[in-house]
Each structure stands twice: as structure tokens, then as C-alpha cells.
């Protein structure tokens, strides 16, 4: 049967015209690769622009309100003691990013009660293309700060809940559709270091932050071309749009089971955000530690600092492919396992790469760099861990969060990277208190716990957070 006979946005299992999905699934995963091209492309620069020019004398004093906002910065990070420059940048790293993954708990609210998802996902990607515009000026730094985590906030859980929808719960293809729409945000970040990163560290850092203000316009062209295949908006977001008088339906309280599992969903949080450690500190002391201590040449020229998230993408995209071909294969001869057991062992898997970045240092010093393999050791390590933690968590959250609430908890799904982005600024300013053998050895040690805690919780409370036990 053609997709084009199906209801729009109704994702039966019938409609399999992308990748064996619903064709609504390309379009959200084509808009989401582009906002995660300019996100991305941001964030690669945000801590190299910091530390090489927008921190330094004659630079730090054009950004306007800084003087009163590094003044809170030193309170709080630094316990009203002067920081570095490093200690800053890694600060206003961790805030920002952290806050980013923060600000989808108000967007899933509005988009639930007020302006539906369409609406709310088009504020998002208008806020987010005037920060990233926004940041092509010094003077505007922090207004485009701003900018970007409020439409990150409308944009982001809202578009992730959208995936979901597409799908019955009991289909079983929608871990398989996250893992596809995370495969995509992967591709966005192979191509933004090497467009934006390019732009940035040879032509200027406003060239840079300007590609990914044009990326993001792209990507919200792409979601409203798409809109008749996505699911269909909710009651709330209807009765907003239709002039008609309509009687609202009767608001429903959350049953016991429902209750449970929310409570469950919400104590995982902390669990998720020390696992999540090590991968998102690429973006932040990865970046300033590797070029120090690894080599960095090739055939003669030392490969632009940024390419590393390049390289970080391309291991990350082969083993979400592999990830999803792996398990499709074990599906066919044995028992697939419950999405929280996929996540404990990707934790652990992931711990065993930070042991690789711990070698490296070891083996640098006396002015010798590590050899580069140590940082494919962890790159492969790393990604395969995570291929199966948060697009396996993304699914878990989307199939198990009380339907009255979905945008919501998927909103609360992020709230673990707010949590571990805080951790991973203030874990960056140990960079020039540790050595770089402790300092990865610290992060094995974290994602460690966190999969010996995930194993307790899946021998806990299994059944609950079992896909086929999904009412």
C-alpha cells in the first residue's frame, strides 16, 4: 500500500515509505539534522572561541553585561575567587549546555497545554536562528546565549515526542526509529566542525557562528514542508486554532501504574546524567586536553582542532548503524533485550573508553605526544557504548511516559544532561588541577557507577520499563 493513500501523521505500520518508517520520520529527522548542523557547529567553537579571543584582554570587555555576570560566575564556580580563563570558558560551557537540556521541560509544557507542538517547534527554530546570528557579534554574546536556550527549550524535546507519536506502543520499531532520527543528528555533526570549524578557526569565528544561523533556517524550512505527515497536533493545540466553540475533554489524573512509572522514569535521571559524563565532555576538556598531548598530524599538517568532533561523528554514525543492524540481527534468532538493559551495557562499554584517554596520558610526556590511536580507542569505544544509552533512552522515555504528559517527560528526559553538562563545566576546571591520567581515570570511575547502578535498576524494576509489557 502507497503512503500516499494513508492519513497523514497517523504512522500505521503499513506506511513504511522512509527506511521502513513512517515517511513523517524523514522530515523530522532532516529538520533535526539541520538544527543539530547549526547547534552543533555552535558548540564546537563556543569553548575555543572563549579561551583564543572572546575571553582575552581587548576582547572580554566589548561583551556586553559580562562584568556583572563573570562577577556571579566566580561566586559560583569559584567561591567569589578569580577564575581563568580555561575555568571560565569551561563554566559558561557547562551552564549553557546544561541549561540547553533544561529548558524542554517549559517547551514540552507549553507545546501540551498551550501552542501544540507545530507551534511551539516554529518558535524554537526562529529563537534559535537569531541567537546563532546573534553570536556573529561580541557585543551579543550572552543575548544570543539566551536566544539559543530558549529555542532549544520549544524546539527540542517537542520534535524528539513527534518521532514517538509515528508509532503504536507496541510497536516495536520505534527504539529502531530513534536510533535512525540519532544516526541523523550524528551526520549533522560529521558535516558542521568541517563547515563551521573550517569557517571559524581560519576565516573568523563569526563566519562560523553565521553558517549555523543559515542551517537552522534550513532545517525549520524542512519541518513545516513536512507538516501533513506529522502526527496530528493534540486536543489543546486544536481548540487553540479552531474559532469553533468545543466542549474541553475531562482532565484525567494519572492512574497508580502510571504513577509508578513516572516516579521510576524521573529516579533514573541522576543514573543517566553521570553515565553521560565522558561523552559530553568532547565538546569541552576533550578539546583543549587532545591537541596537547596527542599528535595531531597528518602527512605533514596538524588537522584543525575542531576536526576531532568530525572524527568523534563519523565513529558515532558507524555504531549507530551497526547498533541498529546488531540488534535487528538479534532479533531475528534470539530474545531481544529491554531498552534499560541495552543501557547498561553501553554504559559500561563507554567507562572502558575513558581507560583509553587515561593510556594516552600516560604515554605523553617529556614533550612526546600519544599516539593518535588511543583517541580512536576511545572514540570507538565511547560511541559504541552511547549508540545504545541515548537514542535507547529516548525511546524508553517516549514509550513509557503517560500519554496525558509526553511532551512533558520527554522534556524531563533531558533534564539529565542539564544535570550533566553542570557536572561536566565544573569537572573541566580540574583540568589544570589533575593530571590527565586522573582526570580520565575520574570519568572511567563515574560512567562505571552509573552502569553498576543501571544494572541494580533493571533487575529492579524490569518489568516495568519492559517494552513488551507496555499497556
Not at 514517538?164 to 558535516?191: H, T
Not at 599516539?371 to 565511547?382: A, C, D, K
Amino acid at each position: 500500500m502507497s503512503s500516499s493513500h494513508l492519513t497523514p501523521g497517523a504512522g500505521p505500520e503499513s506506511d513504511r515509505a522512509f527506511l521502513g518508517h513512517p515517511r513523517g520520520l524523514g522530515y523530522i529527522a532532516f529538520a533535526e539534522a539541520w538544527e543539530r548542523f547549526s547547534y552543533y557547529g555552535m558548540q564546537t567553537l563556543l569553548v575555543l572561541y572563549m579561551t583564543k579571543q572572546l575571553l582575552l584582554p581587548g576582547h572580554v570587555e566589548r561583551v556586553g553585561g559580562f562584568a556583572d555576570f563573570r562577577v556571579w560566575l566566580e561566586r559560583t564556580y569559584g567561591g567569589g575567587g578569580p577564575l581563568s580563563v580555561l575555568a571560565t570558558a569551561s563554566a559558561i560551557f557547562g551552564l549553557y549546555t546544561g541549561l540547553v537540556y533544561l529548558t524542554p521541560i517549559a517547551g514540552g509544557f507549553i507545546a501540551d497545554r498551550w501552542l501544540g507542538r507545530t507551534r511551539t517547534v516554529t518558535l524554537g527554530a526562529l529563537l534559535m536562528a537569531a541567537g546563532h546570528f546573534l553570536m556573529a557579534f561580541d557585543l551579543t554574546f550572552l543575548l544570543a546565549l539566551l536566544c539559543l536556550l530558549l529555542g532549544v527549550g520549544c524546539f527540542k524535546g517537542n520534535l524528539a515526542t513527534q518521532v514517538g507519536a509515528l508509532y503504536k506502543p507496541e510497536d516495536l520499531r520505534r527504539a529502531d526509529a530513534y536510533q535512525i532520527y540519532y544516526l541523523f543528528i550524528n551526520g549533522a555533526v560529521i558535516v558542521a566542525p568541517l563547515v563551521t570549524g573550517t569557517l571559524g578557526e581560519v576565516w573568523g569565528w563569526h563566519y562560523g557562528f553565521g553558517a549555523a544561523g543559515v542551517g537552522m533556517v534550513i532545517g525549520l524550512a524542512i519541518y513545516l514542508a513536512g507538516r501533513k505527515w506529522l502526527p496530528p497536533e493534540n486536543a489543546v493545540a486544536r481548540r487553540a486554532t479552531d474559532p469553533r466553540p468545543a466542549e474541553a475533554p475531562p482532565a484525567r489524573g494519572l492512574s497508580r501504574d502510571e504513577w509508578i512509572v513516572t516516579l521510576v522514569l524521573i529516579g533514573l535521571l541522576p543514573v543517566l546524567a553521570v553515565g553521560a559524563v565522558l561523552n559530553q565532555q568532547i565538546f569541552n576538556a576533550y578539546l583543549l586536553w587532545v591537541p596537547d598531548h596527542v599528535s595531531l598530524v597528518f602527512f605533514g599538517r596538524t588537522m584543525p582542532t575542531t576536526w576531532l568532533v568530525t572524527l568523534d561523528a563519523i565513529v558515532s554514525v558507524s555504531s549507530l548503524v551497526g547498533a541498529v543492524a546488531f540488534w535487528r540481527w538479534w532479533a531475528k534468532h534470539y530474545r531481544e533485550p529491554s531498552e534499560v538493559v541495552k543501557i547498561t551495557l553501553g554504559l559500561g562499554i563507554s567507562a572502558c573508553g575513558a581507560l583509553c584517554l587515561a593510556g594516552a596520558a600516560l604515554s605523553s610526556g617529556d614533550g612526546q605526544k600519544a599516539s593518535i590511536g588511543w583517541v580512536f580507542g576511545f572514540e570507538v569505544l565511547n560511541s559504541i557504548g552511547f549508540a545504545n544509552v541515548f537514542p535507547v533512552g529516548l525511546a524508553m522515555y517516549a514509550r513509557a511516559a503517560p500519554k496525558s504528559i509526553s511532551g512533558t517527560i520527554m522534556g524531563v528526559y533531558y533534564l539529565h544532561l542539564f544535570a550533566c553538562n553542570s557536572l561536566v563545566g565544573w569537572l573541566g576546571g580540574l583540568l589544570e588541577k589533575m593530571s590527565g591520567t586522573n582526570f580520565w581515570l575520574l570519568h572511567a570511575a563515574l560512567v562505571g557507577g552509573a552502569c553498576a547502578v543501571m544494572l541494580i535498576a533493571a533487575r529492579l524494576a524490569g518489568r516495568l520499563l519492559d517494552p513488551k509489557a507496555a499497556r
